[in-house]
T-cell receptor, first 114, second 111 residues
């Protein structure tokens, strides 16, 4: 049973560029949440997708956008990259409305902006 | 504004002894709490959770205690094992599924 997978593992981009990160949820899960984890910090919630719609959003600018596909996989897009966007981006999957808020995390994508 | 705080960045414990990791939160609307464990180069792994209707939840060597009036929760690991060495995050949220994480406590269990 495959867990949450993310690609790519590492990425280096230049300031001002755009990046797309990908996530496949754990089998049986229909909800995907994205988090940003800066060095020495805990994960910070970016947004959550369910039924191909953004359901909740954290305190992140519009440069951060996402998408969920019919197979429940998801993408995180970041435009106009800033140096401060360098972080580990984590994807977590869960089942919507099950009353169980346990989230399964992927290994993350390490983004470096130079 | 940090809604969930883990004030101890690190903790060292002898193997076989109890490890106690603490977490404080500020939002009284939070009603669900989780602990995650993270090894280097891996994503966080769910450990144990507790809802606000309980004050204790046990799972093997792991017990989480919740004190709602103090807005405080703690994770007890008994007995501690070297394989427990990792970074532990607490997370808190409401039933809307948005969770806020603390900054983590790095636990080292000394053999």
């Amino acid at each position: 049973d495959a867990g949450v997978t993310q690609s790519p593992t590492h990425l280096i981009k230049t300031r001002g560029q755009q990046v797309t990160l990908r996530c496949s949820p754990k089998s049986g899960h229909d909800t995907v949440s994205w988090y940003q984890q800066a060095l020495g910090q805990g994960p910070q919630f970016i947004f959550q997708y369910y039924e191909e719609e953004e359901r909740q959003r954290g305190n992140f600018p519009d440069r951060f956008s996402g998408h969920q596909f019919p197979n429940y996989s998801s993408e995180l897009n970041v435009n106009a990259l800033l140096l401060g966007d360098s972080a580990l981006y984590l994807c977590a999957s869960s089942s919507w409305g099950q009353g169980d808020y346990e989230q399964y995390f992927g290994p993350g994508t390490r983004l470096t902006v130079t | 504004d940090q809604q969930v705080k883990q004030n101890s960045p690190s903790l060292s414990v002898q193997e076989g002894r109890i490890s106690i990791l603490n977490c404080d939160y500020t939002n009284s609307m939070f009603d669900y709490f989780l602990w995650y464990k993270k090894y280097p180069a891996e994503g966080p792994t769910f450990l144990i959770s507790i809802s606000s209707i309980k004050d204790k939840n046990e799972d093997g060597r792991f017990t989480v205690f919740l004190n709602k009036s103090a807005k405080h929760l703690s994770l007890h690991i008994v007995p501690s094992q070297p394989g427990d060495s990792a970074v532990y995050f607490c997370a808190a949220g409401d039933t809307g599924n948005q969770f806020y994480f603390g900054t983590g406590t790095s636990l080292t269990v000394i053999p």
